[in-house]
């Protein structure tokens, strides 16, 4: 199913909407940088998959 993106606006609307009244602006920030990192993230793997035990490989590399 193919949902039309939000605009950028909107989608940083939603994300600072979505914090605390009392955050302070680095954490509304770092919340932002979040956002945008892990939307990023997603579309490089779109079309990509792997295997359970790629995947295993993969996250023992990280504590490496």
């Known amino acids: 199913m ?3 993106a939000a605009s950028s ?3 940083i ?3 600072v909407a979505a914090q605390s ?3 302070s602006y680095d954490d ?3 919340e932002l940088a979040f956002d945008r990192l892990i939307r990023r993230g997603l579309k490089s793997l779109r ?3 792997f295997t359970t035990d790629e995947i295993r490989h ?3 590399t990280w504590h490496a």
Do not use: Q, T, Y
């Open 2 to 4: 193919n949902v039309p």
């Open 13 to 15: 609307s939603a994300v």
């Open 9 to 11: 606006k909107a989608r």
């Open 28 to 30: 509304i920030l770092r």
């Open 58 to 60: 993969r996250v023992k």
């Open 47 to 49: 079309g990509r998959r």
């Open 21 to 23: 009244d009392d955050g």
